[in-house]
């Protein structure tokens, strides 16, 4: 009995066939374009996820140069030098907020001794600008890496639905309902649930993470611009 069984399943397997180029050539229209689309989305997403890891990779290093150098150069009243520090770390998110501070304070206030309140203010409104062009800059792409972790699964049940809908019309056409007659609906279902949650599962993670990653930015910019500000306000005392 086992060994007709064993026979049995060597010739469906023979007749189906279970590997990449079998399953693929089996699909119909329908799944092999459920499948390009996820390929395509997984494609999209690893992109995103290189991009913003160097990126905020880069952030965080020149920011941690940054920060000691422009506190020297603050804390010995170098204005001029502060500015031209700031401009050499392009990458860094503090020093995008720092400089359009630095920047409007010697526009508005000449970086002489008589500060106004005006001065402060605008300043102010400067590193507001600045903390929110950044963080958007930061945040450039992560809405499309969680569209993609929250609709791949969706895209990957319409696949399954259809597979299970060929496994159907496979028992009607053979009028049959043994293994042969649904196999290769059935294959075509649990692959793209499959590819689904292979695609999903790695762009919900990395947007959890590079969402954390921002939220941390946006901490610091947020320091180094109240900080910023307390040194306007105590070179004016």
């Known amino acids: 009995m086992l060994s007709q069984f064993t026979t049995a399943a060597f010739l469906l397997q023979q007749e189906i066939g279970f590997d990449t180029i079998s399953m ?4 119909g229209f329908a799944a092999k374009s459920v499948v390009i689309i996820m390929f395509l989305m997984s494609a999209w997403s690893i992109g ?11 952030a965080k290093k020149q920011s941690r140069e940054f ?28 020093a995008k907020v720092v400089s359009a501070g630095l920047a409007e304070f010697k ?11 005006l001065t402060i203010d605008a300043s102010k409104r400067a590193l507001e600008r600045a903390q929110a062009i950044t963080h958007a800059e930061l945040n450039r792409g992560l809405s499309g890496l969680a569209t993609i972790g929250s609709t791949a699964p ?8 259809v597979g299970i809908i060929n496994a159907f019309q496979g028992i009607s056409q053979e009028r049959s309902t043994g293994l042969g007659a649904v196999a290769g609906g059935i294959s075509e279902a649990l692959v793209a649930t499959a590819i689904g949650l292979f695609v999903a599962l790695p762009a919900v993670w990395m947007f959890n993470y590079f969402n954390s990653k921002v939220e941390g930015f946006d901490v610091e ?15 004016n005392a």
């Open 48 to 58: 995103v996820m290189i991009d913003r890891g160097l990126a905020y990779f880069a």
């Open 67 to 94: 920060a000691p150098a422009i506190a020297g150069a603050l804390r010995k009243g170098k204005l001029d030098d502060a500015v031209k520090l700031a401009e050499n770390f392009k990458k860094s998110h503090l």
């Open 107 to 117: 526009s508005a206030g000449q970086g002489g001794s008589q500060i106004t309140g």
């Open 221 to 235: 910019m947020e320091n180094a611009s109240s900080e910023l500000i307390d040194y306007f306000l105590k070179r």
């Open 24 to 27: 693929w050539n089996q699909m």
């Open 154 to 161: 969706f895209v990957g049940l319409f696949g399954t639905v």
